[in-house]
């Protein structure tokens, strides 16, 4: 079985910074992309950042040169760090990764952590 488990998650004040943690647990042989997506109230699951087994990331708009996501392969985490969080930012926000397990080679299967509640508000 494979898991992901976020944390990091909480209350912050506009202008603010938060760091989003997710460790991947279990039979993993090996991680090919791993991002961050969110959802807002009443809004679909959209993705925030993405960063794949070497390091290349990208972003989309709304988070350019406020988020950075970065990832240690060591202990199978990925991480978004989240600077001058606006109102806006308030999300539910979820990782995901492509994980190849170890009892099954050569397919990658996509999960997700349980979600982490960011809640931006003065």
């Known amino acids: 079985q494979v898991q992901l488990v976020e944390s990091g998650g909480g209350l912050v004040h506009p202008g603010g910074s938060l760091t989003l943690s997710c460790a991947a647990s279990g039979s993993i042989f090996s991680i090919n992309v791993m991002g961050w997506y969110r959802q807002a109230p009443g809004k679909q699951r959209v993705l925030v950042a993405a960063?794949?087994?070497?390091?290349?990331?990208s972003y989309v708009d709304s988070g350019k040169g406020r988020f950075t996501i970065s990832r240690d392969n060591a202990k199978n985490t990925v991480y978004l760090q989240m600077n001058s969080l606006q109102p806006e930012d308030t999300a539910v926000y979820y990782c995901?990764?492509?994980?190849?397990?170890?009892?099954?080679?050569?397919?990658?299967?996509?999960?997700w952590g349980q979600g982490s509640q960011v809640t931006v508000s003065s």
């Open positions: 960063i794949n087994s070497g390091g290349s990331t």
């Open positions: 995901n990764a492509a994980i190849q397990s170890s009892r099954v080679r050569g397919i990658f299967t996509e999960y």
